[in-house]
Each structure stands twice: as C-alpha cells, then as structure tokens.
C-alpha cells in the first residue's frame, strides 16, 4: 500500500516562510505526478502546484511567484517552498500523488497524505 507523509507545517506570521516536505512509501517504482493541494476552513480543496517526472509545473494563479515546488524523484519526495505567506494561505495542505507504480504491477491512482496545517497569523 502507497503512504504518503507530509511534514513541516506551522504557524508563521505574514511575509514569512515554510517549506513542506511529503514523503511517499510503498514499494515504490514509479510516481507520474506528484503536488500539493490545501483547504481552507469551510471551503473546498483546490490545488496548489504539482509536478511530473518530466518536469511539467503547474501553479494556481494565486501563490504564482510566492511558491516553488521541487521533487526528488529517487526519493519518492516532493517539497513545497511557500515564500511570502499571507493570511490567505491559511489552510490545511494536502500531498498528492497520482500514477504510482509499485512492484508486483500494480497501480495506484490519487493518493493523500493526512495533511499538515498551515497557520498564517500576527
């Protein structure tokens, strides 16, 4: 079974820096997509960035220039530079993960870590 565990949420005050970090696990051979989705308090999920082996990245229009997501492919890992931060990035962050191949031949579709809460607050 395809894990995913993120870590490196927090508080932080506005104009400031995190860096999240999702590690995947599971027998793992190949992951097409790796990204970030988050979700605020009372709205719906949405997406953040993500990343392909190929190098493809896609931002949401609205942490463009404020965010940079990175993978190390051979470790199974993405990561999440969010620079700037505002009041408006508060939201739990959720890894995602979409196209795992694993040994045996079988594949996994969409799998979320348990996400990690980021607090932007003075």
């Known amino acids: 079974q395809v894990q995913l565990v993120e870590a490196g949420g927090g508080l932080v005050q506005p104009g400031g820096s995190l860096r999240l970090s999702c590690a995947a696990s599971?027998?793992?051979?190949?992951?097409?997509?790796m990204g970030w989705y988050r979700q605020a308090p009372g709205q719906q999920r949405e997406p953040v960035a993500s990343m392909t082996t190929g190098g493809t990245i896609t931002y949401a229009d609205s942490v463009k220039g404020r965010f940079t997501i990175s993978r190390d492919i051979a470790q199974n890992t993405v990561y999440l530079q969010m620079n700037s931060l505002e009041p408006e990035d508060t939201a739990v962050y959720y890894c995602?993960?979409?196209?795992?191949?694993?040994?045996?031949?079988?594949?996994?579709?969409?799998?979320w870590g348990q996400g990690t809460l980021v607090t932007v607050s003075s």
């Open positions: 599971g027998n793992i051979l190949t992951i097409y997509i």
């Open positions: 995602n993960a979409d196209q795992v191949a694993v040994l045996g031949g079988r594949r996994y579709r969409e799998v």
